[in-house]
């Protein structure tokens, strides 16, 4: 049952990438931007000038870019307006809409056909075998949209060929590629990354680009390619309580990260930090169970030193690995301070 | 067609109650919360301390409070959770709900039985006429909860005796009552009001505390009295998207408006602007069409005069109102500068 | 409370036009249908020869047909199929969909626009009207499909012209038309009627041929008319739990109503009971109190005559009308029994 | 895409179970029924009857039933009305719900978590880890409703203890049992079988009994223990289009069926035609590959077999095996002609 109980951090978190506030720069965008009269509901001047900036990036003007307070909502909103009632969505059974938002794409009435991913990622023969499996019309629902997250609920990320190829399977199809992007910074500014964020836009229909896990205190930026498509797309923000009054609050926060790189410097940070974790670990001898691609560390460690960790850390013990072993998870963000770094990592080399 | 077109303001407005920043104080709070690490999901320091301080208003402890990012995410989310299925809603054709939220209601499954408003407001005779003309079972809906508002959106509101009316039809009829605050400060501050915040509580099952109308930058607060329903309501929040990662943006804000009577101080603050227009205008021999209780002015002004107004406010022209007139709508907030509301006013005076 | 008591009908009845079994040529039809194996879903050879007499009877062979089990089914999944999220039914706001069908429409997330017939009717007027009210995008639901009946949930039915002139207000503000045709069959039969079968496909978007109200156990065929929206139907009656596995029940039925005229044939004698019920009443000098146009008759009866009525007849008591009256409802079928028809008009005769 | 193209029989049928009409007696007792006048939408005698007969198989006088088109509405319905938003149902990978009702369950909002059957089955253990993979709440849909079915989707059966063991579980947990009795005839009166009706009803919380799949034109009725679901349990089949107006074309049929034991009678006819396919084929030296527990075989034989047996029989061929063989599906119902199993055992054993 879901508690209200509030849990004070007792020592520095590992845990999540949304612990900390904004960064200062946002939150500095924030207090300049509250002196005005602005129009309501996305339409004031710092959506417009976010959007603006983001197209700079994207490198193309006739897309539309929507606002939106959440992941849960990026991605709810984004299928709903997908999708017809008969079809579906094909994605990994680790992928974030299966596991972590509450059943809110079926809540919005589709079903969500789950496939074994690999290192997280889906590919295309995945999809042809799902595509293979729900042939029975009109007793099955119809595969329409591929769900897919990069970085990964893992940690991992797509190649530009790892990505085409889905796109081309998705085209072969006639299924719509949607890619959730609450990690796309440390995606693509990671050093396995061979992608832009225009390659993204070329390589999907729809994605959002993730605030809220990389500096912001709120909002995710969604980007709709299809005109007919993006020409409604406001009617599902709206619908879903997603549009807020004052835009500005998420307006301003993504001006401010896109006016020039920040976006990506603050989610470059991110990657150090774990980097240096991940480094750091296997050098004192442990297991680092899966590439540290991004912001995510997963570590084998004996039980005896995690418990001394959980005195100064916080973290989440992923699952249990032998009958002595624990893998952890550690999570960086630009925020992470490199002194907490180096006392977590200087601690596993200590322990014997 | 929605259209991602700026309007710059080009003067000064009154045309809503969401045109503002955050209160300076509200800033001030946000930026303090901002340099540590909280628990994600509404489970930091911030909202819970939120929550304390509206509880002591509340003058009852055992109360579920969940705070969420806009109006129509507080109205879908409280009317989904409490109904099954079949279930409907009966609220006034002008009810927020029925004209402003893009079907919001009917897109978690519910009916909306539309009956028409007294000033804006329910009465126990329309509710009981609403009973009346669905008791046709399984074929029609079953009618379960009242949705009302206050202020309502017409800016009247309900006294003591009214809500206490209408809750006991309800209590009879075993309906849910749901109080829709968005402008539940205007109303409580308002100088016609009987009724206190716990009196709210009272006489109603569900109600939220609206803050993007009074100072927030976003943010609402339900509160939900049932036992029951509240210890399942984060389900419902999380599900419709509005579950935000860092609590902290709005908790904080519901902090300082709660720590002492700031809430209800700026509320007076917008009322008191909202009359002397109200007055001003009444002043110069012009109608006032709805009484001016809380914080919008109705206003049957000639065309040409309109007109004037135009080249230096922004306002909705609400309907036309003869030959030669139209009834004009003037939105104030804690925020309204004397100085232009003393402008219009001599304007309006200057007409001739 | 809905309860499973049976109500044994005490005597003649003029309730409804479903209190009948099935007209015996299509008991035969399905008694003659039933030896055979046969593909199940619709894919049977009497479904194939339903459609293939309806699309004669259609005089258009490209058209979708699909049978489905009842009309709340018909009317939720044509509208389901036809709607997006955001989109909205314009509807009477006397419409089966609106008053009897448990809120069907909106539990497929659709909200209903609301508007007052003319004599059970919409008009062009009222539907550029409810555009006008609805233009507040995004925060207002898009009016897309309008719904109406013929016959009316009165007993009114549509001309030519008047049918005309509302699918022109809809292609020229791209709305869907939509037509109810429970009672199609009296409608189409009614003296005052202009129209045929293929006049309707010309003047709708989709349509459905009544069969329970019209010699049929269960059944009515959905006329699609769109490609594309036709190649997807069978999913939602799918997904609906409307397709059933023995289509043949259905399709031996309508195979028999469309072999030559049969379906019209039973509803002209439905009409022909109505309008002998009707000027019986009314030569008693009673008012009957909406042109009997098809097989609904409305008359205002004294309160003493009507006690005396029920001691013989089942039928609905609709509405008080002044103070010693009230308007009683009649129905009749194919079925009537003419000598029923008869000692009723003879009572109503007999009364002083 | 579904196409509209009738395929004829070309030779007899082992397709599946609904490929006949009614049972003679069925037929009979609907064409009885048809001169009177009845009371609509499940009120009328019939429908009053087949519930009386019911309740004496169950021994218990107290429980809802109600009658309805198809098994997909059967489970829609049953499974809508029972959860609130967020909660979800676990079910088999391979349950009906996931792989042949077209995201009907998803489609009122629901989520489905898949887990791994044994032989078709579900088992406490399987329960067990599907609720400590879904603990995470509110982040993830909570765990309410076990679907299973009886028989399986390929023909097997739980025993008395097996059920025993998962409501069990499902007690401890707060969970509702819900069966799917498509074929709960032949699974009762399998040779495997140690239950009756009544233990199902205790054993369960809700659950169907197929009426479509053994002996019924249409039609399966749902059985509803629990008082206020089932006192609400009618608005839900009207508003999911599944109401009947001529409740008596399923009530007569089902009234036939419980007078005595025909039901149960029409199933052994089904069992005995499995078994005598099933022991003829592994007389010849070819594996069946699953128990021939009720009415569905499943045989592993070699390509060139099939192919001459496909001259003259309908069936599926379920999946390939190996490089020379693939496995059929064969099923059988009480319509199933006797010197047809023989005439295919024949051709079994003739091949070399």
């Known amino acids: 049952m879901p508690s209200q109980t509030t ?6 978190s590992f845990m999540d990438d949304y612990s900390e506030g904004a960064h200062p720069a946002l939150l500095k965008a ?13 339409n004031d001047t710092y959506c417009e000038l976010a959007r603006q900036r983001i197209r700079r990036h994207l490198g193309r003007d006739n897309v539309g870019i929507f606002f939106v307070p959440s992941g849960t909502s990026a991605n709810a909103i984004s ?26 794409v079926e809540a919005s009435g589709h079903k969500i056909i789950n496939v074994a991913p690999h290192q997280g990622k889906l590919t295309p023969m995945v999809i042809e075998r799902a595509l293979k499996d729900n042939w ?5 629902a119809k595969p329409r949209l591929v769900y897919i997250s990069n970085a990964t609920e893992i ?14 399977v998705c085209e072969q199809n006639e299924l719509i590629l949607f890619l959730d992007g609450a990690r796309i910074g440390t995606a693509l500014a990671s050093k396995a990354n061979d992608m832009t964020l225009s390659d993204v836009l070329e390589l999907t229909d729809i994605f959002w680009i993730g605030g809220t896990k990389n500096g912001a205190l709120l909002g995710e930026a969604v980007v709709v390619k299809e005109p007919r498509l993006a020409s409604e797309f406001e009617f599902y923000v709206k619908q879903h309580g997603s549009l807020l009054a004052k835009g ?3 307006g301003a926060q993504f001006a401010e990260l896109f006016a020039e790189d920040l ?5 470059r940070q991110a990657n150090v930090a774990a980097e240096t974790l991940s480094r750091g670990i296997a050098a004192a001898g442990f297991t680092v169970s899966a590439a540290t691609e991004t912001n995510q560390v997963f570590a084998a460690l ?3 030193l995690i418990k001394v960790l959980q005195d100064h850390f916080t973290f989440y013990v992923w699952e249990r690995y032998g009958d002595d072993e624990a893998v952890i998870r550690l999570l960086t963000t630009w925020a992470t301070d490199s002194e907490q770094v180096d006392r977590f990592v200087e601690m596993v080399h200590q322990w014997k």
Chains 1, 2, 3, 4 share one sequence.
């Open 7 to 12: 849990t004070r951090m007792p020592s520095y």
């Open 30 to 42: 924030l207090v300049s931007s509250n002196a005005t009269q602005e129009t309501g509901y996305g």
């Open 79 to 104: 299928i709903a307006a997908c999708l017809r009632p008969h079809e579906a969505v094909i994605a990994a059974s680790s992928g974030h809409i299966v596991t972590r938002e509450t059943g809110a």
């Open 136 to 140: 029975h019309f009109p007793h099955m």
């Open 155 to 168: 940690g991992t990320i797509y190649t530009r060929d790892e990505l085409a190829a889905i796109k081309q």
């Open 248 to 250: 500005r609050v998420i």
């Open 263 to 267: 976006y990506f410097e603050l989610a």
């Open 302 to 304: 004996p039980l005896g």
